[in-house]
Nanobody, 126 residues
Framework: QVQLVESGGGLVQAGGSLRLSCAAS????????LGWFRQASGKEREFVAA????????YYADSVKGRFTISRDGAKNTVYLQMNSLKPEDTAIYYC???????????????????WGQGTQVTVSS
């Protein structure tokens, strides 16, 4: 089992920044991918970004490229999502997830992640 705890959400004005954290514990060695997904009210959950523990390879949704940066700290078993130039459409509950996607194309697929955190709310006001 892998336990994931997100933190860092909150309310911010458009154009502002937030940094989300996801602390992993348990059998973290059983997974290589840590992803961030988000779900806005009334919408389906969507991929935001992912990173591999081993190589630090990063993947991003087109909607956040150039604004969000994902990184990991192996010593702390923590993954971060730095979100800059936030827009009202970034408002959502953000979830981190752990898994072992096979192939770069699969890092954006929810089904590749076996473990999920409880989510943290991000609200961007206009």
């Amino acid at each position: 089992q892998v336990q994931l705890v997100e933190s860092g959400g909150g309310l911010v004005q458009a154009g502002g920044s937030l940094r989300l954290s996801c602390a992993a514990s348990g059998r973290t060695f059983s997974t290589d991918g840590l992803g961030w997904f988000r779900q806005a009210s009334g919408k389906e959950r969507e991929f935001v970004a992912a990173v591999t523990w081993s190589a630090g390879s990063a993947y991003y949704a087109d909607s956040v490229k150039g604004r969000f940066t994902i990184s990991r700290d192996g010593a702390k078993n923590t993954v971060y999502l730095q979100m800059n130039s936030l827009k009202p459409e970034d408002t959502a509950i953000y979830y981190c997830a752990a898994g072992s996607p096979i192939g770069s194309a699969n890092y954006g697929s929810e089904g590749q992640y076996a473990y999920w955190g409880q989510g943290t709310q991000v609200t961007v006001s206009s």
